[in-house]
């Protein structure tokens, strides 16, 4: 192999690793928002205990207000 196509092969494989990272960095920034999300759920969900053993449809219902306003939640801290 030529000096120029090792150095090539070279580049690549660092664009690659520089890739892989951006990725893994994208990935952390938005697991970190979806965990401040649940948290947000959680504390709700602590402070109104009695979700827990009402009706499933009663919680599902309350569960789908809380993810719109999670949702918007998370658009106004983005």
């Not at 219902?61 to 918007?72: E, H, Y």
């Amino acid at each position: 192999m030529t000096t120029k196509i090792k150095n090539i092969t070279e580049i690549r494989q660092f664009d690659a690793v520089r890739d892989e990272s951006y990725r893994a960095l994208q990935f952390t920034v938005r697991a970190a928002k979806h965990r401040r999300a649940a948290d947000e759920v959680e504390k709700v969900m602590r402070r109104y205990l009695e979700l827990a053993v009402q009706s499933n449809n009663k919680v599902m219902l309350r569960m789908g207000v809380l993810s719109i306003i999670l949702f918007i939640w998370e658009k106004k801290s983005a």
